[in-house]
C-alpha cells in the first residue's frame, strides 16, 4: 500500500523559505510521477509542481514557477519541495502526490498534508 507523508509546514514572514518534505513507502519515487499540489480554505485544488518518471522533465504551475522547486532523492524515497520568496496567497494545505502518469490530471494516491502560513 503506497504511504506519503508530508512534513516541513511552517509559518513564515513573506519573502521567506521553507523546503517541504514526502516520505514515501509502498512506491518508489523514481519509478512513479511525484508532484505537490495544495488548497487553500474555500480554494479549489491547485497543482504546483510535477516530475515526470524518471526525472528528465519537470513542470510548474505559473503562480510558483521561478519560486518553487520539486526534487527528489532516491536512496531516501523521498521528494522535496523547496518553496522560495513566499507570499501570503501561498497559504494553504501542501500535499504531495503520485501520479499514473506525468499528465494525469487527477492523483492517484496523496497524503495528509502539511500547513503553510504565510504572514504579511
Known amino acids: 500500500q503506497v504511504q506519503l507523508v508530508e512534513s516541513g509546514g511552517d509559518s513564515v514572514q513573506t519573502g521567506g523559505s521553507l523546503r517541504l518534505s514526502c516520505g514515501v513507502s509502498?512506491?518508489?519515487?523514481?519509478?512513479?510521477?511525484m508532484g505537490w499540489f495544495r488548497q487553500a480554505p474555500g480554494k479549489e485544488r491547485e497543482g504546483l509542481a510535477r516530475?515526470?518518471?524518471?526525472?528528465?522533465?519537470?513542470y510548474y504551475g505559473d503562480s510558483v514557477k521561478g519560486r518553487f522547486i520539486i526534487s527528489q532523492d532516491s536512496a531516501k524515497n523521498t521528494v522535496y519541495l523547496q518553496m522560495n520568496n513566499l507570499k501570503p496567497e501561498d497559504t494553504a494545505m501542501y500535499y504531495c502526490a503520485v501520479y499514473s502518469t506525468c499528465a494525469a490530471s487527477y492523483p492517484q494516491k496523496w497524503g495528509v498534508g502539511t500547513l503553510v502560513t504565510v504572514s504579511s
Open positions: 509502498g512506491a518508489t519515487v523514481s519509478a512513479n510521477s
Open positions: 516530475r515526470c518518471r524518471g526525472g528528465d522533465a519537470t
